[in-house]
């Protein structure tokens, strides 16, 4: 366990379905992050949120969308989903953000969720 | 607009030998460069990192060497244990972190 909690860690959902992905972190982080690793691609950089504050959305489609009601906690509401959309979804979490968040070991990753989307 | 690339999906090397991993980036304002380790069924997780003023860094078996005039880096990881078996991702960093595609390193006994 690495201090970074997801849930659930597997998700099938229809592409009508309403659901919401959970992350939650208890390292006093300030910054928390959204990733999608699709096969054999890059882990996709999402949502940025920096002290409940979003501070980065990387041109994500809008039936994605993010929540960040405090620093420990971070949502990601899905609806009318696209089977392409079917990946990894990380969260991860780091002290700071911007460069510092590198020199500080980086960011915390939780163990992802693995949607399906039917 | 793919930042950073690792352009090998997978390695394979018999243990005790070394595994070097390679890494390859497009932003001359990268600053920080780190390694993450992927179990499956796990998140990444932070395995080492070098600053862009330095060249090497060195923890135990593994290695990070970064060449910033071919913006190259690389991790090397000697001897190579079964355990070592997993998805290695590079990332740099100039502010927020991108990341490669990932290695399967496979470690045979």
């Known amino acids: 366990e690495t201090g970074v909690t997801q849930t659930p860690r597997h998700l099938v959902m229809g592409m009508t379905n309403k659901k919401s992905l959970k992350c939650e972190q208890h390292?006093?982080?300030?910054?928390m992050y959204w990733y999608k690793q699709s096969a054999k691609k890059p882990l996709e950089l999402m949502f940025v949120y920096n002290f409940k504050e979003q501070t980065e959305n990387n041109s994500v489609p809008s039936r994605f969308s993010p929540e960040c009601p405090n620093s420990s906690h971070l949502f990601l509401h899905l609806h009318t989903l696209q089977p392409e959309d079917s990946a990894l979804y990380l969260c991860?979490?780091?002290?700071?953000?911007?460069?510092?968040?590198?020199?500080?070991?980086?960011?915390?990753f939780g163990s992802g969720t693995r949607l399906t989307v039917v | 607009d793919q930042q950073v690339k690792q352009n090998s999906p997978s390695l394979s090397v018999q243990e005790g030998r070394i595994s070097i991993l390679n890494c390859d980036y497009t932003n001359s304002m990268f600053d920080y460069f780190l390694w993450y380790k992927k179990y499956p069924a796990e998140g990444p997780t932070f395995l080492i990192s070098i600053s862009s003023i330095k060249d090497k860094n060195e923890d135990g078996r593994f290695t990070v060497f970064l060449n910033k005039s071919a913006k190259h880096l690389s991790l090397h990881i000697v001897p190579s244990q079964p355990g070592d078996s997993a998805v290695y991702f590079c990332?740099?960093?100039?502010?927020?972190?991108?990341f490669g595609a990932g290695t399967r390193l496979t470690v045979k006994p």
């Open positions: 390292l006093g982080h300030n910054a």
């Open positions: 991860a979490s780091s002290q700071d953000s911007g460069p510092k968040a590198a020199r500080n070991y980086g960011y915390t």
């Open positions: 990332a740099a960093s100039a502010g927020d972190m991108r």
